[in-house]
Every structure is written in structure tokens, then in C-alpha cells.
């Protein structure tokens, strides 16, 4: 597994920077024509070879498809779970508010009724809404 990971570390270090100016014009000893568009370069790794090398390296964290199946089964379970308890707390919050609602509907026919003061109905309001007294 080391070797593995060290050649491709090897083959990282053995890649030439780009050659800039006069010296780009110069033929590369490292890379051969074979067939034309097709070029053999000495000194590389090419892809295939390095996607196997990272196969072999990664493969002792694959799952058998039963242990895949399992784990679906749990992420199904837990996702049920939270959407029934955010279902739960959705169904609480709208009970809340409707009681709140009536509650303000009548706070405000009384007031508009001139059955409580304008200062009484706004402690009352803010009481209702749980916000903090101007000063």
C-alpha cells in the first residue's frame, strides 16, 4: 500500500514544468511520437495505471451491497423521524399563533369597543406578544 502511494507521489514529483520562450522550441527527450496524434512519454504515469493504483488503495473501504442496504434502512428511519418530529413542531407553532390570534381579535374589539384604555390594551398586546416594554 505504501509503494502504491509513493509512486504516485513519484510520478507527481517526476512532471516537468512547461518551458517557456526559445527553450519550448527544443525537442523534449522525454516524449516520443509512436503513432501520429499518439505519444509515449518516458517518465510518466499514465491515467490508467494511477486510477488502478487509487482502486487498490481505496478498496478496503468499500461496503458489500447488504451493509448499503442497512445503512439506507437507517438514513430512511432517521429521516422519517425528523420530518415527524418537525411535523409535530409545525402543527404546535400553528395551535400557537391561532390562540394568539383570537386572543388578539379580542383584545382589539375591546379596545376599539372603548371597554379598555389605549395604555391597557398596548401592555396587553406586548404581554401577548412577549415584546419588551418601550421606555
Known amino acids: 500500500m505504501a509503494s502504491a502511494a509513493s509512486t ?11 518551458e517557456i520562450g526559445d527553450v519550448a522550441k527544443q525537442q ?11 505519444f509515449r512519454i ?8 494511477v ?3 487509487c482502486a487498490a488503495i481505496v478498496k478496503p473501504l ?5 451493509e448499503a442496504q442497512q445503512l439506507r434502512a437507517l438514513i430512511d428511519a432517521e429521516t422519517e423521524k425528523e420530518s415527524s418530529a418537525a411535523e409535530s413542531g409545525t402543527s404546535q407553532i400553528t395551535e400557537r399563533l391561532s390562540d394568539l390570534q383570537t386572543k388578539l381579535n379580542r383584545l382589539s374589539k375591546a379596545y376599539i369597543e372603548e371597554k379598555i384604555e389605549e395604555d391597557s390594551y ?4 406586548r404581554d401577548l406578544l412577549i415584546l419588551p416594554k418601550k421606555s
Open 8 to 18: 504516485i507521489y513519484g510520478a507527481a514529483r517526476a512532471i516537468k514544468p512547461t
Open 28 to 38: 523534449n527527450p522525454d516524449k516520443t511520437q509512436v503513432n501520429k496524434g499518439c
Open 42 to 49: 518516458r517518465g510518466y504515469v499514465q491515467e490508467k495505471s
Open 51 to 53: 486510477a488502478a493504483q
Open 62 to 66: 468499500a461496503i458489500f451491497p447488504e
Open 122 to 125: 398596548q401592555a396587553l398586546t
